[in-house]
């Protein structure tokens, strides 16, 4: 009588918990990858055996947090890969600006050498207009060279903000291989240790 009574309670637990543990799932989940193990480490459970702790996750979870890892390191690497394409590209721009720019420079360097005269497109004029077209020119290079010197940092953030996107993937990837190697040789020593029970 005594173990029906314990069974009954047993099974009132059993229902009460399969009923919190739905309301728990229909909350909002973190989708993140952090949410995702939390989540994983949540719904794993663990029972003795033998006086051995043993720690079980469902493998379906398990390869489905997986997927979504390698669907975000796929993702990343698209992002890192367009960042790298675009970086590219701008260099080249910039490359090609720069040598616009020593051209134009180069320009200007002759006509400062001829400011003596007074000749500009064959026509004559007075020095006053001819100072003030060359300063005009000189303007117009330094608004230029601003825009050219703002696209280079630009380029620069972008090329930094790439490399520490790409540094915190590598670090976030080796601590998930590092846990993923600990986990399996947890598992193995555990394997090991059931089976030199079982041989004895």
Request: glycine content about 4%; hydrophobic content about 35%; cysteine-free.
């Amino acid at each position: 009588m005594k173990h029906l009574r314990v069974l009954f309670t047993v099974f009132l637990l059993a229902q009460m918990g399969m009923v919190f543990a739905q309301e728990e799932e229909s909350e909002a989940t973190d989708n993140s990858l952090k949410g995702q193990f939390e989540e994983l480490e949540r719904k794993s459970g663990n029972y003795r055996a033998n006086g051995i702790r043993y720690e079980v996750i469902k493998l379906s979870e398990l390869y489905e947090v997986k997927n979504n890892i390698f669907d975000s390191l796929d993702n990343n690497n698209k992002t890192i890969k367009d960042l790298t394409n675009t970086i590219t590209a701008n260099e080249a721009e910039i490359e090609d600006l720069n040598g616009k720019l020593q051209e134009t420079t180069n320009k200007l360097n002759s006509v400062t050498e001829e400011k003596d005269s007074i000749s500009f497109f064959g026509a004559l004029i007075s020095k006053g207009t001819y100072n003030f077209i060359l300063w005009s020119i000189i303007f117009g290079l330094l608004i230029l060279l601003l825009f050219f010197i703002y696209r280079f940092r630009n380029s620069n953030f972008l090329t930094q903000q790439a490399k520490s996107a790409l540094a915190d993937l590598e670090e976030e990837y080796e601590n998930h291989r590092r846990r993923a190697l600990e986990r399996e040789q947890k598992i193995s020593r555990q394997l090991q240790d059931e089976l030199n029970k079982q041989k004895k």
